[in-house]
């Protein structure tokens, strides 16, 4: 498994990933989400600043495998669609394969 860039990962739009490190960071999104309410509950302003910042992380985690998949960061406004954003970004971005080769947002995530 190749060395993760976190930072990048997470607060970046800039770029490709492939969707093995798509899933880590979304399994990573989500047990951050579940480790922060446990000292923090789910409502007040600390809460409300974490959830915040994991949406942003996601933003950009979703963004970059857009990308892979050669579309617009755009697309990520299907997740707002309840149900149907889900499943489009386990089917779009966690399950089909990204462009092979260099697209228009960089070079091919798995050719390093």
């Given at each position: 498994?190749?060395?993760?860039?976190?930072?990048?990962?997470?607060?970046s739009a800039e770029g490709r990933i492939?969707?093995?490190?798509?899933?880590?960071?979304?399994?990573?999104?989500?047990?951050?989400?579940?480790?922060?309410?446990?000292?923090?509950?789910?409502?007040?302003?600390?809460?409300?600043?974490?959830?915040?910042?994991?949406?942003?992380?996601?933003?950009?985690?979703?963004?970059?495998?857009?990308?892979?998949?050669?579309?617009?960061?755009?697309w990520c406004l299907?997740?707002?669609?309840?149900?149907?954003?889900?499943?489009?970004?386990?089917?779009?971005?966690?399950?089909?394969?990204?462009?092979?080769?260099?697209?228009?947002?960089?070079?091919?995530?798995?050719?390093?």
């Amino acid at each position: 498994m190749q060395d993760i860039d976190f930072v990048y990962l997470f607060t970046s739009a800039e770029g490709r990933i492939n969707r093995q490190h798509w899933w880590i960071g979304a399994a990573g999104l989500f047990v951050a989400w579940l480790i922060s309410a446990l000292p923090f509950g789910y409502d007040g302003l600390v809460p409300f600043v974490i959830g915040i910042l994991i949406l942003l992380a996601g933003i950009m985690l979703h963004i970059k495998r857009c990308h892979d998949r050669d579309k617009s960061g755009w697309w990520c406004l299907l997740l707002l669609i309840p149900f149907v954003g889900t499943i489009w970004a386990i089917v779009d971005l966690g399950i089909l394969e990204g462009t092979k080769g260099d697209n228009r947002f960089g070079a091919d995530p798995l050719s390093d």
